[in-house]
């Protein structure tokens, strides 16, 4: 199931069953109707913080959203944690802004799996998640898979990219930002493949060292907004 199909078809059955009309849905989350209904039609894919302003207007928490399907029950203090690691992490992005500078068509799932080298050369495969969005969510994707040695790959990542164009004070700053909420989005992956033999496998690993990043995280961010 692509992402696109598997939020609208949460909004739809959270809606169903608050019994909230798109019309009172936009105006509990300040989103219009036609946005809404791009969203809903499976036409367009949030931001981040769209999402979030549309789980509120639900009541409900991003990670309770991505898991509305998902027969792995979270903790209450992952919920809380989760939640709180995304509010953060979208206040600061708001304040990160979306210059052309840190802002464009991204390939959004930029991993090992879709890269391809030849000889001296680099080629990408797979668009089907390309879009407009924060360059560094590249970042966050390439170094989604590790725990162990995220900070080693994290950091080879960026050597490699500042030889071709310099990050700013202000992008080092979200990198963890990026990578936290990347984590987190990524369970919204996971619950639509619940099936999947591979994610049976890693589940139980991959929210145990989601929760220590996203607890680290609010902890080197005051913990609060």
């Known amino acids: 199931m692509h992402i696109e199909k598997y939020v609208a078809k949460n909004i739809i059955s959270l809606c169903e069953k608050r019994d909230i009309s798109k019309y009172r849905l936009s105006q509990l989350s300040g989103i219009s109707q036609s946005s809404l209904s791009r969203i809903m039609t499976q036409e367009s894919l949030p931001s981040l913080i769209t999402l979030e302003k549309i789980c509120v207007a639900l009541g409900v928490t991003l990670s309770q959203f991505f898991r509305e399907e998902n027969p792995v029950d979270l903790t209450e203090s992952q919920k809380e944690i989760f939640s ?56 966050s994707t390439a170094v989604l898979e590790y725990d162990t040695n995220l900070s080693e790959m994290t950091r080879a990542w960026l050597d490699g990219h500042e030889t071709v164009r310099p990050l700013s004070p202000e992008d080092l700053q979200e990198v963890d930002t990026f990578i936290v909420l990347r984590k987190i989005v990524r ?39």
């Open 84 to 139: 709180q690691t995304v509010a953060i992490g979208c206040k600061r992005l708001e304040k990160y802004g979306k210059k052309p500078d840190r802002y464009g068509l991204i390939h959004s799932d930029l991993n090992i799996n879709n890269i391809l080298v030849d000889g001296d050369q680099v080629k990408i495969l797979d668009f089907d998640d390309c879009g407009y969005g924060w360059f560094l969510f590249d970042l």
């Open 187 to 225: 369970m919204g992956w996971i619950a639509s493949h619940w099936d999947n033999d591979t994610v049976k496998r890693v589940t139980d690993r991959y929210y145990t060292e989601t929760e220590k990043l996203a607890r680290a995280y609010c902890e080197r961010n005051g913990g609060c907004l």
